[in-house]
Every structure is written in C-alpha cells, then in structure tokens.
C-alpha cells in the first residue's frame, strides 16, 4: 500500500489538487469559552486519490469535512476547490458549488424515503434542470453492481445498498470531490468493507479525488494515504 501510495504521488506533482487546504483554522467561542477546533490544517488530495481521516469524536474530524463541502467557513486560512479560493465565495456560489463539485456521503445516506431509487436520480436532474440521464445512471448502477434495486424503495434496502445508492448519488453530477462522513457506522462489518472497497473502486475508476472521515482504523485498508486528526491537528500516518 505504501508503495502504490509513493506512486500516485510521483504521477501527482503536475497536477493540480482537487482540494487544498492551506493553514486553516476554525475557532468556536470567544474568550474563555474558546474552542480552536482546527490548528492551522494543511492538507492536499488529487484526483484519483482515496484519503481516510481518523481519529477520536471531536478531535476535529466532522469541522474538518464541514469546511472540505464549503458548509462553514474557516476563521482563518484557504479552501482552494482544483486551484480556486472558494472561501472568498459568497454563500449562493458555494451552495451552487456544492452541488456541482461536491459529492457527499452521509451516514445517513440522505435518501429520499418517498421515492424509489430511480426517481432519486430523476429529482437531481430536476434540481439541475436537465433531462434524465438514463444512459448514465445504468452504467453507474453496473459499477456499482446495483442495477437490480432502481425500483425499490429505500426502506426495502441493506444498510450496505443504501450506501452503494448514496456512492452512486454522490458521482452522479461527476463533481471533482467526493467527502463522506463516517460512511460504515450503521453497518455491520462484512458490509462495512463492502462499502469502503466500492468507494475505493470508484474514486479510482472515475479518477475522483475521495476523502472519508472515519473512527474505525479498519476501513483504512483500501485508503492511498491515512491522516490522523487529534485535537485539530492533521498528520499523516
């Protein structure tokens, strides 16, 4: 892993980061009632790359992923979105670029619970006034092995089909990052690394630039590079 790690980096030093980050904080409070939740965060993902984050509840994780999506703001520092300083956006443009660039995958997948698994997708098209994109939903469905659930529901899904539908909802408006935020907590383990190495799979497919918040060191295994967080602070492992 480490190798294949050294490698990506090496073929990565042309390219542009789909995301940076560059001395960012976040602070909470004033006074004594200060929380500095992110210390001065440097971090850089290119496409293709997969990226865990670990670390313990409230070390700073979720802030971490909030600022990545452009849902809050940074007290200090810059969010650069494939080279552009998005933190200098006003709130309609980074709503707007969230759901262009941004995927996200939730732990609650962020279903739709009246709507069936095709018409999930039919809704994005309407947020984006566009037509069905039929041809691409199947192929995406085929990658993810998940063509056989279009006409269920989501009550009537595994836990592990919800999150492979929420994969597939993330890379449907084939946005430059994909952020999920403790992706396997609801799943048992046999499912939680189903969910992981289709993760993996795709952002490699699709040359996505993927990081994924996590607690559980085991869901590291497919990960191109491993991050710790603890008390604000961002290392690599």
Same mark, same amino acid.
């Given at each position: 892993? !480490?190798q294949?790690?050294k490698q990506?980096?090496k073929?990565?030093?042309n390219?542009?980061?789909?995301l ?10 004033a006074d004594?009632t200060?929380? !500095?939740a992110? !210390?001065g ?8 790359e997969?990226?865990?984050i670990?670390g313990?509840?409230g ?9 990545a999506?452009?849902?809050?703001q940074p007290t200090d520092?810059?969010?650069?979105l494939v080279?552009?300083d ?9 709503a707007?670029?969230r %759901?262009k660039?941004i ?6 997948t962020?279903?739709?619970?009246? $709507?069936?698994? !095709?018409?999930?997708?039919r809704?994005?098209d ?7 994109q ?5 192929? %995406?469905?085929?990658d993810l ?7 269920k529901m989501?009550?009537?899904l595994?836990?592990g ?9 993330? $890379?449907?408006?084939d946005p ?9 907590a609801? %799943?048992?383990t ?19 630039a993927t990081?994924?918040v ?6 590291t295994?497919?990960?191109?590079v491993?991050?710790?967080m603890e008390?604000?602070l961002?290392?690599?492992?």
């Amino acid at each position: 892993m !480490k190798q294949k790690m050294k490698q990506k980096t090496k073929q990565n030093l042309n390219q542009t980061p789909s995301l940076e980050m560059i001395n960012v904080t976040k602070n909470f409070g004033a006074d004594h009632t200060l929380v !500095k939740a992110l !210390k001065g965060i440097h971090f850089k993902i290119f496409p293709g790359e997969f990226a865990a984050i670990v670390g313990p509840s409230g070390s700073g994780k979720s802030t971490f992923l909030t600022i990545a999506g452009t849902l809050q703001q940074p007290t200090d520092g810059q969010v650069l979105l494939v080279g552009e300083d998005v933190t200098k956006f006003p709130e309609k443009n980074r709503a707007a670029l969230r %759901l262009k660039k941004i995927g996200f995958i939730l732990q609650g997948t962020n279903l739709v619970p009246f $709507l069936n698994v !095709k018409d999930q997708f039919r809704f994005i098209d309407q947020l984006e006034k566009r037509s069905f994109q039929a041809e691409k939903l199947d192929q %995406l469905m085929k990658d993810l092995d998940t063509s056989d659930l279009l006409e269920k529901m989501p009550r009537d899904l595994s836990g592990g089909e919800r999150q492979r539908i929420a994969i597939a909802k993330a $890379l449907y408006n084939d946005p430059e990052l994909i952020l999920a935020d403790e992706p396997t907590a609801a %799943l048992d383990t046999v499912h939680a690394f189903e969910v992981v190495k289709r993760l993996a799979d795709e952002a490699h497919r699709q040359n996505k630039a993927t990081i994924m918040v996590t607690h559980d060191v085991r869901m590291t295994e497919f990960c191109d590079v491993v991050y710790t967080m603890e008390d604000g602070l961002l290392s690599q492992k």
